[in-house]
């Protein structure tokens, strides 16, 4: 019997047993004043029968830990690379300050082998947030460094089990081993796409749910290609959080005519309640190209607890700025093709040797490059970005330190939830406006990862 067999049996144990496997180190939970000691270090690990070698997490045989923080408590990591390559961690959508953003160059150099750099700040927002290398980004996270980040407030409704999932590719050949993390054809369209789809860097988990109780789960979208078109056909739920923050415009069940996109680096947070009877399941499936793809498997074990989704507690509101519409100014984005003479982006972050993209014509030329922002933005002060995709490629644009929310858009209706990513489909143009309440300078890009290291990168900076 393979370990991958003995995996998922051991999987299908219980719901706990599997959230314990996050991490080597366990779900970690923040505790009082101690610093979270993270070492990102090469791993080893068995995604498939044979483990594959050169991985990169935060233990040497575990994927990286699901980070458990609470609103409004300090949280303090301290990060050592052992790498022989720099590195930097980026808290994705979380609100902080610039200088704890872990952009190199922007707000930190990057971290050589050997180099410590502590990470400090307060969450103000709860909800389903995640964690990266944002320094060799391309290599780092291919090979495995992604993690969930949660911050829990005490006003939390109560489910029966809270099951975050890291939903991710790995590209990988016949013998398990890493293949070409990329390829300059997928680079120039819609990315370079992995050879094996995981959860939790599990294929096909199944997880045990208490029958007729109510689950949480928590989906992070954090593969460096991937956008993902979900469908949970048949359960009984509802989406009650985007990319971290509680949904105030409704957003259909991801049903297979209504699958829910969720692009590189987005979050979803849905509540299911489990089927009544025992042993009846629940799939999670991608829909993509040759049919559904299923993601993970929600197994219901024991006596129906016969709990409802009416009686849970609305998750309370985040503090965002909210928009003021009537005096906002408009800023315009252009994402498209390089200029045929845009010079290659490298720097001690990683280059893969191409431009193909650029944000309103230009590539961004490197991160050590001491370019310009894009634009400034004066503190306090509403904007509404139009961003506008004339490529015929998906680009979701990811924006470091504030949220927005998306008011239109000429392809689509949008929800107007707020948002750290705009999803930005082929050809399409949104509007999104924001309230510019973050002072620093703020990384704007695509999360293709190919896309933002081929020249899709930028920055607004708010003074
Ligand atoms: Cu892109």
């Known amino acids: 019997m393979s370990s991958l067999m003995h995996r998922r049996q051991f999987l299908a144990t219980s719901g706990l047993a599997a959230a314990s496997l996050l991490g080597g180190l ?16 090469n791993a080893r690990y068995a995604l498939e029968a044979t483990p594959t070698e050169g991985m990169v997490s935060l233990s040497p045989d575990a994927p990286p830990p699901v980070l458990r923080l609470s609103r409004g408590q300090p949280f303090r990591a301290e990060v050592l690379n052992t790498l022989d390559a720099y ?14 953003d872990g952009v190199p160059y922007l707000t930190q150099v990057p971290l050589g082998q050997g180099d410590r750099y502590s990470y400090e700040f307060t969450p103000q927002d709860a909800g389903t947030f995640w964690y990266h290398p944002h320094c060799t980004t391309m290599e780092q996270m291919a090979k495995g460094l992604t993690g969930l980040l949660i911050v829990e407030d005490e006003r ?21 081993q890493f293949i ?29 749910v208490p029958a007729g109780g109510l689950v949480r789960l928590r989906l992070a979208a954090t593969d460096t290609t991937r956008v993902y078109r979900l469908q949970m056909p048949g359960a009984e739920g509802r989406v009650i959080a985007f990319d971290g923050h509680p949904v105030i415009d409704p ?8 699958p829910l996109v969720l692009g590189c680096g987005q979050r979803v947070d849905l509540a299911i309640r489990a089927p009544g009877q025992e042993g009846a399941e629940l799939v999670l499936q991608n829909d993509q190209p040759g049919g559904p ?4 498997r929600l197994r219901a074990v024991g006596a129906d607890l016969g709990h409802d989704l009416g009686d849970l507690a609305p998750l309370a509101a985040n503090p965002l700025p909210e928009p003021d519409l009537a005096d906002a100014e408009v800023l315009e984005f252009v994402f498209g093709w390089s200029p045929s003479d845009a010079p290659v982006n490298d720097g001690f972050c990683g280059s893969l040797g191409y431009t193909f993209w650029s944000i309103n014509r230009v590539a961004w030329p490197g991160d ?16 509404i970005l139009r961003l506008r995709n004339e490529s015929p490629n998906d680009h979701p644009i990811h924006l470091h330190g504030m949220v927005f929310k998306p008011l239109r858009s000429n392809r689509r209706e949008v929800s107007g939830n707020w948002v750290d990513t705009a999803m930005l489909l082929a050809e ?36």
Not at 434 to 460: M, R, S
Request: hydrophobic letters at 40%; proline letters at 7%; aromatic letters at 10%.
């Open 26 to 41: 366990g779900p970690w939970r923040q505790a009082r004043a101690e610093p979270l000691a993270l070492t990102i270090q």
């Open 87 to 100: 590195t930097s961690m980026h808290w994705h959508g979380l609100r902080l300050p610039n200088v704890m």
């Open 156 to 176: 939390d409704p109560r489910f029966d089990l809270d099951l975050p999932v890291n939903l991710r590719d790995w590209r990988l050949g016949e013998d398990s």
């Open 180 to 208: 070409d993390l990329y390829t300059a054809r997928g680079a120039a369209r819609n990315g370079t796409f992995g050879t094996l789809m995981t959860a939790n860097w599990t294929s096909e988990p199944v997880y045990d």
């Open 251 to 258: 957003v259909l069940w991801p049903g297979p005519e209504a």
């Open 293 to 296: 793809r299923v993601l993970l």
């Open 368 to 383: 050590a490059s001491g370019t310009g922002p894009l634009a400034e933005l004066r503190l306090g002060r509403t904007y």
């Open 428 to 463: 399409e143009t949104m509007e999104v406006a924001l309230v510019a309440d973050n002072p620093g300078d703020w990384a704007f890009h695509c999360h293709v990862i190919e896309h933002q290291k081929t020249g899709l990168t930028a920055y607004l900076r708010v003074t």
